[in-house]
Each structure stands twice: as structure tokens, then as C-alpha cells.
Nanobody
């Protein structure tokens, strides 16, 4: 089964930037594969941040990060990135990389319960 390992988290000031990385182990699958970033702050529910579909690069973003965050995948498909700009204290959370190997409806692309493989997370802290 595919394994995911996140890195790149840290502490930044408001308005700063970070790039998160999700290292993906080698896998073979002939169907749809989705990689996504989720985040969870203390006392809050896990929420979808962004998604990218393997092979075709289709992306989806939560409204609260549009224009600030960018998800991408390297040419070898071994790493999924989340470029974060204009970070705000509200972005402080544990960020998780996740994957699923199934087709999904558009409405579920950022639904955590539909993802079956998860990394350990990387902490992002934004100070004002």
C-alpha cells in the first residue's frame, strides 16, 4: 500500500509562506488516484484544504485558501506539494496529506471520510 510522509511545516509570521511536501511511495494503480491536504486545529474538525488528481493534475481548493495556496505534483509523482502564501493565524493547524484510490463525486473531493491513506501530519503555526 502507498505510504505518505509530510514535511515542511514550521512557524512563520502572518503574511509569510511555507511549502509543505508529501512524499509518496511507489505505487501502481490503473484507476483514479487523488491526493489531498487536510488540516485540523485544536478543538476543530478536520477540513479539506486542497486536492490534486494524479495523472491529469485536476485540482480543487477550499474557498478559504483560494488565491493563497497552490497544490502541485512533481513529474515523477513522488511528491505532492502545498505552496502556502499570505499565511494567517487562522491557518495554524496540523496539516495532513491523504490519498484515495477510487473515483469520487465532485462534492466529496475534500471530504476527509472518503480518503483511506493518511500521513502523520506536519504542524504549521502562524503568528500575528
Amino acid at each position: 500500500q502507498v505510504q505518505l510522509v509530510e514535511s515542511g511545516g514550521g512557524s512563520v509570521q502572518s503574511g509569510g509562506s511555507l511549502r509543505l511536501s508529501c512524499d509518496v511511495s511507489e505505487y501502481t494503480y490503473d484507476g483514479a488516484v487523488y491526493f489531498a491536504w487536510f488540516r485540523q486545529a485544536p478543538g476543530k474538525e478536520r477540513e479539506g484544504v486542497s486536492m490534486i488528481r494524479d495523472h491529469n493534475g485536476y485540482t480543487r481548493y477550499a474557498d478559504f485558501v483560494k488565491g493563497r495556496f497552490t497544490i502541485s505534483q512533481d513529474n515523477t509523482r513522488n511528491t505532492v506539494y502545498l505552496e502556502m502564501k499570505s499565511l494567517e493565524p487562522e491557518d495554524t493547524a496540523m496539516y495532513y496529506c491523504a490519498a484515495r484510490f477510487s473515483y469520487a463525486q465532485s462534492s466529496s473531493l475534500l471530504l476527509a471520510s472518503t480518503y483511506t491513506i493518511w500521513g502523520q501530519g506536519t504542524q504549521v503555526t502562524v503568528s500575528s
